[in-house]
């Protein structure tokens, strides 16, 4: 039987319908979708997909149990590598992963291998009633920092080995960045929940409104009996440019005006946070981040909304098909320019003025590429004179974040780089304090959800072998 080259499209709601609700974009596979794009798999012998997953899930397995229409099988196979399933089917970038080492790639578009994850998590969590086989306790207490994805991933695969592990998050809802970072309209919090209880019917502890570092710090943790600690506190401390204007009020780092939609539902109009309902909005920044940020403006009734980036369209970090449903919506993309002063309208004199000190716009210079940079991408270089002022009454700083400096100022003998990185080695997550490990954007700084979750996975691995020598 020839093989169909194209995969199957994504189901989605329409462009004009989705700018205007926060209901997940994409509508997911049916059974009937899903087991014929799963038949599209060659179910290769050196399985070149396995090797471009960062938690090695077994693709190629999990696939053909897709095939045979045993769905609860194929979630078996997921979870035995994957503590996240639903999540990393919505938002792990597959096209540049497990999917770019694809055989059937080279001559067609590669298997939907993300999109039949997420069949599968979804057609579990419908669907299962059952309770997971608890594993004997090895009566060893590990303490997790943090439940973002490698928080939860390093969790699970330890309570999975019979370990009492206890998380502390900082708010007051466990998820990390996958519930107050990415929009409801990508990731549902009622997935994220899931995955989070799923994890709590193996045993695993989630104490929130902790702050490590405030209200406990690691060095007592050990002294209250927990034998390792794994820090996965993420990085969310916002970066700005320093250029004048960020402190006007309407300018936003992409952190908090997420943090204030996803987590404390600020697009409800039953909701007492309080958030600017802008309506022409410059969002700085060209990655994932941006475009939620861009998107989740929309959704909250601005008229226009412009991506502000200094490269252009080919470099833009974000996955390819959140900028194509962003253009599909509406968003204007200002590329090749680069911010140099935010505009307000000021008037000492009156300071009973309500819009005394409001962003009225962002003043951009065009740009052109120049030679490439130590990461190969070409640098952009400012043409003097090209100024201009785009008219905007709010601005989101999306270009990038860093890990908050509270956990290294109150641990002692905890290494960091010059970025605030805690230093790891690399195959095993251990950092310079004795039973101490790390992963995630707490080690790199911003990146992805799946290789937050690989690092977390490595820690596990790590823990066990240090807990059992």
């Known amino acids: 039987m020839a093989v169909q080259p194209l995969k ?32 599209r798999c060659l179910n290769c012998k050196n399985k070149p997909c396995v090797q471009g997953c960062p938690v090695n899930i077994s693709i190629p397995e999990f696939i053909s149990k897709v095939k045979e229409r045993d769905y609860e099988g194929a979630y078996d196979v997921i979870s035995q590598s994957s503590s996240l399933p639903a999540v990393c089917g919505r938002v792990c970038p597959q096209e540049t992963q497990c999917e770019s080492k694809c055989t059937l790639g080279i001559k067609f578009q590669p ?26 306790s090895n009566g060893h207490r590990v303490a997790v920092i943090g439940s973002g994805p490698s928080g939860l991933t390093c969790a699970g695969d330890l309570a999975k080995k019979g370990y009492k592990v206890t998380i502390f998050e900082a708010l007051h809802l466990a998820g990390g960045v996958l519930v107050y970072g990415i929009p409801e309209f990508r990731l549902p919090k009622s997935i994220v929940q899931k995955e989070v209880d799923a994890l709590k019917k193996y045993g695993v502890d989630v104490q929130t409104n902790v702050v490590v570092g405030k209200t406990i710090t690691i060095d007592e943790l050990f002294e209250d009996g927990y034998e390792a600690v794994f820090v996965g506190s993420g990085a969310g401390l916002p970066r700005f440019m320093s250029i004048p204007g960020e402190s006007l009020k309407g300018v936003y780092s992409a952190n908090e005006f997420l943090t204030r939609s996803n987590l404390m539902k600020a697009y409800k109009d039953s909701s007492s ?4 309902h802008a309506k022409r909005v410059a969002v700085v920044g060209g990655g994932n981040v941006a475009m939620d940020a861009a998107r989740t403006a929309l959704r909250l009734g601005a008229e226009s909304v412009h991506i502000v980036y200094r490269r252009s369209m080919e470099e833009l970090p974000a996955r390819k098909e959140e900028v194509e449903h962003a253009e599909e919506e509406g968003i204007i993309f200002d590329i090749l320019r680069n911010p140099v002063e935010i505009l307000g309208y000021h008037n000492s004199d009156d300071r009973r ?22 990461k190969g991408r070409r640098r952009p270089v400012e043409i003097p004179g090209s100024e201009y002022v785009i008219d905007v009454d709010c601005v989101i700083m999306a270009i990038g974040t860093s890990p908050n400096p509270l956990i290294k100022n109150t641990t002692k003998g905890l290494e960091v780089n010059r970025h605030g990185g805690i230093i790891v080695n690399e195959e095993t997550g251990a950092t310079s304090k004795l039973g101490v490990f790390a992963g995630g954007d707490a080690v790199t700084g911003a990146a992805t959800v799946i290789l937050a979750m690989g690092a977390g996975k ?9 807990l059992s020598k």
């Open 8 to 39: 199957h499209e994504m189901p989605v709601q329409k462009p004009e319908v989705r700018a205007k609700n926060f209901e997940e974009v994409a509508l997911g596979y049916t059974e009937e979708v899903a087991v014929d794009e799963a038949n």
């Open 111 to 136: 298997v939907g291998i993300g999109r039949l994850e997420r069949f599968v998590a979804d057609y579990h969590n419908a669907n299962f009633t059952g309770e997971p086989v608890l594993p004997q």
């Open 273 to 276: 946070t309080p958030i600017m």
């Open 353 to 374: 003025d309500p819009k005394n000190g409001f962003v009225t716009g962002i003043k951009v210079i065009k740009c052109e590429l120049g030679e490439p940079d130590e």
């Open 458 to 466: 490595t820690a596990a691995k790590a823990i066990d072998e240090y």
